[in-house]
C-alpha cells in the first residue's frame, strides 16, 4: 500500500481481556517498530523486527505483550490479561532498512481496556 | 540511553507570525525527524534531518550534529499548523529505534 496501514483503529475491550493489533508496513519496508504514546507524551518504543525476527523488544513493558512477524511483513501486537493501564494509542512504523533509515508511521490502534 | 529535550513546551502564536522550536539532543545521532502531530493523532513526516538544512516550502530545519541539537523553523504561520511537533532521534550507539521529545505544543490564532 502507499502507506503503513493499521486495524482496528479503535479497539475497546475489558480488563483481563486478550486483544490483537495488526499493522501492514509499507510494502518493501523490512525494519517495522511499534511504539505506545499515552495522552500527553511522545511515542516510546516496544519492540522492533528487521525481516521476521524481533530484533529488540527491550521496550515491552512486561510478559503480557507480545509481537510476531510470521512473513516479514505484516506484524500483529498481542495483549494478554489487558489492564486499564494498557490503554493508549499504538502506533506502528516501518522504514527500507535498519539503522538510520527515515521511519513512516501509520494512523495507529487507540485502544481503551475498560 | 539518548536524551531529548524540546523547547518550548507550548508555543501560542497569531497567524502569519514565525516561530523557532529547539530539539537539543544528549549524543550523536544516526537519524533524526521531525513530525507534526495532527489533531487526529497522525504523525506527519516533516523532516528526515540527522545533519545539515533542509526547506519545504514555509517549513525549514538545521541540524547541528557536532553541537547536538536542531531547529525547526515555521514562518508565516498559518492555523493548520496548530498541533504538537515531535523531534526524534536514533543514537550512533544503543536503541535501534527512535527516540521522541516530549513535544511542542503549538497553537496559531487567527
Known amino acids: 500500500g502507499a502507506g503503513v496501514s493499521q486495524t482496528p483503529s479503535n479497539k475497546v475491550t475489558e480488563k483481563g481481556k486478550y486483544v490483537e493489533l495488526r499493522c501492514d508496513p509499507i510494502?518493501?519496508?523490512?525494519?517495522l517498530y511499534w511504539y505506545r504514546q499515552s495522552l500527553g507524551q511522545g511515542p516510546e518504543f516496544l519492540i522492533y523486527?528487521?525481516?521476521?525476527?524481533?530484533?529488540?523488544d527491550s521496550g515491552l513493558p512486561n510478559d503480557r505483550f507480545f509481537a510476531v512477524r510470521p512473513e516479514g511483513s505484516v506484524s500483529t501486537l498481542k495483549i494478554q490479561r489487558t489492564e486499564r493501564g494498557d490503554s493508549a494509542v499504538y502506533l506502528c512504523?516501518?522504514?527500507?532498512?535498519?539503522?538510520?533509515?527515515?521511519?513512516?508511521f501509520g494512523p495507529g490502534t487507540r485502544l481503551t481496556v475498560l | 540511553g539518548i536524551q531529548v529535550e524540546q523547547s518550548p513546551p507550548d508555543l501560542i502564536l497569531q497567524e502569519g507570525a514565525n516561530s523557532t522550536l529547539r530539539c537539543n539532543f544528549s549524543?550523536?545521532?544516526?537519524?533524526l525527524q521531525w513530525f507534526h502531530q495532527n489533531p487526529w493523532g497522525q504523525l506527519i513526516n516533516l523532516f528526515y534531518i540527522p545533519s545539515g538544512t533542509k526547506q519545504n516550502g514555509r517549513l525549514s530545519a538545521t541540524t547541528v550534529a557536532t553541537e547536538r541539537y536542531s531547529l525547526l523553523y515555521i514562518s508565516s504561520s498559518q492555523t493548520t499548523d496548530s498541533g504538537v511537533y515531535f523531534c526524534a532521534v536514533e543514537g550512533v550507539t544503543g536503541r535501534r529505534a527512535l527516540t521522541f521529545g516530549s513535544g511542542t505544543r503549538l497553537q496559531v490564532q487567527p
Open positions: 549524543d550523536s545521532v544516526n537519524n
Open positions: 523486527f528487521q525481516g521476521t525476527g524481533a530484533a529488540d
Open positions: 512504523a516501518s522504514s527500507l532498512l535498519h539503522r538510520g533509515y527515515e521511519q513512516f
Open positions: 510494502s518493501g519496508h523490512t525494519a
